[in-house]
């Protein structure tokens, strides 16, 4: 098929709770659930972005994943980052400290995945191991 054959359209993605001191709008369900009503359009749940914000509000990042898995999510990004730092770093799986296989599980079945890791081929390859192999993903 070509591009121009496909159906396109803008989905929201949710931000961290506090970026460079900035409060970020849609980090929480409440936000993000009134926007993608009112633009009609579906989340893409930044999985490094929602623990981040967890972790900044105090709240478990299983919770908050649980609610944000509620909204109507159509894509995913997925990488590695520590709890410690709020910063979206983008490492590959099992370089920082996320609980990545348990916060998979977490997350709503039947999305599109972007593995959003650096640029080292062989830790790739691994990412997306891990990313099928918890996911049930052939």
């Given at each position: 098929k070509h591009f121009t054959?496909?159906?396109?359209?803008g989905i929201l993605e949710n931000l961290i709770f506090i970026s460079s001191g900035w409060y970020m709008y849609s980090y929480n369900k409440?936000?993000?659930?009134?926007l993608s009503r009112k633009l009609k359009t579906g989340i893409?749940?930044?999985?490094?972005?929602?623990v981040l914000s967890a972790v900044q509000q105090r709240i478990k990042p299983e919770k908050y994943l649980?609610?944000?898995r509620k909204l109507p999510v159509w894509h995913i990004h997925l990488c590695d980052g520590f709890l410690e730092r709020p910063v979206d770093m983008?490492?590959?799986f099992?370089?920082?400290?996320?609980?990545?296989?348990?916060?998979?599980?977490?997350l709503p079945k039947?999305?599109?995945i972007t593995v959003e890791t650096g640029k080292n081929i062989i830790k790739s390859k691994?990412?997306?191991?891990?990313?099928?192999?918890?996911?049930?993903i052939r």
């Amino acid at each position: 098929k070509h591009f121009t054959d496909r159906h396109v359209q803008g989905i929201l993605e949710n931000l961290i709770f506090i970026s460079s001191g900035w409060y970020m709008y849609s980090y929480n369900k409440k936000e993000l659930q009134y926007l993608s009503r009112k633009l009609k359009t579906g989340i893409c749940l930044d999985l490094s972005h929602a623990v981040l914000s967890a972790v900044q509000q105090r709240i478990k990042p299983e919770k908050y994943l649980c609610e944000l898995r509620k909204l109507p999510v159509w894509h995913i990004h997925l990488c590695d980052g520590f709890l410690e730092r709020p910063v979206d770093m983008h490492l590959h799986f099992g370089d920082g400290n996320f609980l990545l296989e348990k916060y998979m599980c977490l997350l709503p079945k039947n999305c599109d995945i972007t593995v959003e890791t650096g640029k080292n081929i062989i830790k790739s390859k691994k990412d997306i191991q891990l990313v099928r192999r918890t996911l049930g993903i052939r």
